[in-house]
């Protein structure tokens, strides 16, 4: 556990947490169900990771008014949500994944035969204060008439899910809530859109693993180019992503090497082949263009705009040897980490 300790507080937890429960698990021998039930793990918290997703500076105006939805114990200091842990609520889970359509089977760890449970009933603690509890009946309220946006790889695919089951819970007409194309879930589908008719909002996701584009090979490229990735471009659905109130990105397992390696992908800027270029210099590079694209495209006093970075669980990297992300560093210091209830 030792090599993970620079991770600071919440990070670390999290961290923490995955390995611990890495290590209960190893003996098992199915990877993908492991991995699997770590990705549904962290997604049945996507409502407390509205809290704690990393806002970052280049979102400008998220600075955040209301509390409703804390309360800090010590008035004078605002809470830091950051900092805490992860407590076992017997509260918890909040919906069984067993009675929601809309999650995946795959990712459904206890009826692939998992006996344990204690894993559904993380609750993350900030040490000041508390987060209030999650009410299926307010939540649905606050989203009526809005239009909720999730965009990234399958992990923002599992909390689109898992968002949906939370939300179904206080549904009663199971059939007032359908995919808007009527599409079956799937890995590589590229758009999905879930309708609560009887309160007229959507949550959608749209597939986007590097949030830029995927652009074409260049011309009398090396053998081994069979794709590019444009990081001077944003996804070209991503006009479909402006007019949204809640807008949740993720990016981060698909930019390493091994995956990219299989897929022969290599990097692009201006229009040029970046052979040599460190895939953390692209992802710093790709979510400047991401960054740059919400200052420019996204009305921030209408969109709520979070975005969540990798936390190492899909690689088997050794933590030590991965590398500090500066640019992450450097903006997630000037998170800002109360939180406003007008998100929801
Ligand atoms: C979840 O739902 C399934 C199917 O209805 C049921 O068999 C199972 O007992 C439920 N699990 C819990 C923990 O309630
Ligand atoms: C549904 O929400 C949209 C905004 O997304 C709004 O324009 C429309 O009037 C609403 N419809 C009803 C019936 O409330
Ligand atoms: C958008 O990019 C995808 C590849 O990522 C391509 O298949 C598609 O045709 C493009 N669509 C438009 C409208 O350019």
Redesign the pocket.
């Known amino acids: 556990m030792a090599h993970i300790v620079y991770w600071s507080s919440f990070r670390s937890s999290i961290l923490k947490w995955v390995y611990r429960k890495r290590s209960i698990f190893r003996s098992f021998n199915k990877l993908n169900m492991i991995s699997s039930c770590l990705f549904i793990l962290l997604t049945l918290t996507i409502i407390y990771g509205y809290y704690y997703i990393h806002l970052f500076k280049a979102v400008p105006h998220v600075i955040i008014e209301e509390q409703t939805s804390i309360s800090s114990k010590d008035s004078n200091k605002p809470c830091d949500l950051y900092d805490g842990a992860w407590v076992l609520d017997e509260g918890y889970p909040l919906y069984n994944a067993s009675e929601c359509p809309f999650a995946e089977t795959s990712f459904n760890c206890l009826a692939n035969g998992r006996k344990d449970d204690g894993y559904l009933k993380w609750r993350w603690k900030p040490n000041r204060c508390e987060v209030s509890r999650f009410d299926v009946g307010v939540v649905l309220e606050k989203l009526r008439g809005k239009r909720v946006v999730f965009v990234g790889d399958s992990l923002s695919r599992t909390q689109w899910e898992s968002m949906i089951c939370l939300l179904m819970n206080g549904v009663d007409d199971k059939t007032s809530v359908y995919e808007v194309n009527g599409n079956k879930i799937s890995k590589k589908i590229r758009y999905l859109g879930v309708r609560f008719s009887l309160y007229n909002f959507t949550v959608e996701f749209y597939r986007s693993v590097f949030l830029v ?2 652009g074409s090979v260049p011309r009398h490229s090396p053998k081994r180019v069979r794709s590019t990735v444009k990081l001077d471009e944003l996804d ?2 991503s006009s479909k992503w402006i007019d949204s109130d809640v807008l949740v990105f993720n990016t981060g397992h698909w930019w390493n090497r091994a995956k990219l390696f299989e897929m022969g992908c290599y990097f692009k800027v201006n229009g040029r082949l970046k052979l040599g270029m460190s895939t953390m210099a692209a992802y710093t590079t790709a979510l400047n263009t991401w960054a740059s694209w919400v200052e420019n495209k996204i009305d921030t006093d209408r969109t709520r705009v979070f975005f969540r970075t990798f936390e190492g669980t899909a690689q088997r990297v050794t933590l030590a040897k991965s590398p500090r992300i500066p640019w992450f560093k450097a903006r997630a210091n000037t998170v800002n980490t109360e939180v406003n209830s007008r998100i929801l």
Do not use: F, G, Y
């Open positions: 584009q995927i070209n659905v």
